[in-house]
């Protein structure tokens, strides 16, 4: 089983940009979709951005869309989210997650990172 970490989060200003990284172990991180999920106190663990096995296909959450950019190099086994023009409603915990499938509009995930605060000031 794929175990993820993830690094890279940190307390900055509304504007700013961060780049979230996640390093996976195991030999079979290139087979497998990867996204991230993000938590804000009080709400719900929600889809943030995924990527599939090969990189060419990426999706976002609306709100997300143009201000975040997911990658991956496979070669490092890492996956990558670089958040850009932060808005204090961005501050969450943000989760790596692998092995991603889409049922409906329900994600199954087979592997969560511990997860790395981000939080925005305004």
């Known amino acids: 089983q794929v175990q993820l970490v993830e690094s890279g989060g940190g307390l900055v200003q509304a504007g700013d940009s961060l780049r979230l990284s996640c390093a996976a172990s195991g030999r079979t991180f290139s087979r497998y979709a990867m996204g991230w999920f993000r938590q804000a106190p009080g709400k719900e663990r929600e889809f943030v951005a995924s990527?599939?096995?090969?990189?060419?296909?990426?999706s976002y959450a609306d709100s997300m869309k143009g201000r975040f950019t997911i990658s991956r190099d496979n070669a490092k086994n890492t996956v990558y989210l670089q958040m850009n023009s932060l808005k204090p409603e961005d501050t969450a915990v943000y989760y790596c997650?692998?092995?991603?499938?889409?049922?409906?509009?329900?994600?199954?995930?087979?592997?969560w990172g511990q997860g790395t605060q981000v939080t925005v000031s305004s």
């Open positions: 990527i599939s096995w090969s990189g060419g296909s990426t």
């Open positions: 997650a692998a092995d991603l499938k889409k049922y409906g509009s329900t994600w199954r995930v087979g592997a």
